[in-house]
């Protein structure tokens, strides 16, 4: 992955499977990032602004979010730290309903890459927008729960929040 802007701005949501940290740049949210969770970046550089429009945003649509009052997220990503291929397959992560999965092999496929099961799983991995772009609505072979950066226990709470298991 690319190095994140330099300018870029951090803010926090406590979410009931715990903080989430929120990073934006001027052209968009970089990311959201659990604790501890894989890849988080070290954040101790960016300036902490919770009052930013970005940040604000983002905050409320994840609180719509665990208030089961939307699953819908408009806040605009900055996906500039991502390859082309990785900003390909969290697109088509979006496209993932609510309340619905899909597997590393299926996603292959919409992605026209039959054989890059393993190169969706390793992007899917590297997705920065935990919950936003829903990495979590992802599932192994024959519907195996597999890893999740945030935690499994993230990931099956997550899918039980929105009725997908």
């Not at 919770?50 to 983002?58: R, S």
């Not at 500039?80 to 900003?87: C, D, K, L, N, R």
Request: net charge positive.
């Amino acid at each position: 992955m690319k190095p994140i802007a330099p300018q870029a701005v951090q803010g926090q949501f406590a979410s009931p499977l715990g903080a989430l940290h929120l990073l934006a740049s001027p052209h968009g949210l970089l990311g959201t990032w659990f604790e501890r969770q894989a890849h988080l970046p070290d954040l101790r550089s960016y300036p902490r602004q919770d009052a930013h429009p970005l940040i604000v945003l983002a905050c409320q649509q994840l609180q719509a979010y665990f208030d089961k009052k939307s699953t819908h997220f408009s806040v605009p990503l900055d996906a500039s730290a991502g390859t082309p291929f990785q900003q390909s397959v969290w697109t088509a992560l979006q496209e993932i309903a609510p309340g619905q999965t899909s597997s590393y092999g299926a996603l292959a496929h919409t992605l026209g890459k039959p054989k890059a099961a393993r190169a969706v799983g390793a992007a899917v991995g590297r997705n920065p927008w935990s919950i936003i772009v829903p990495c979590h609505r992802v599932l192994g072979a024959g519907g195996a729960l597999t890893g999740y950066a945030g935690g499994l226990d993230r990931k099956i709470a997550l899918l039980q929040l929105e009725s997908a298991i």
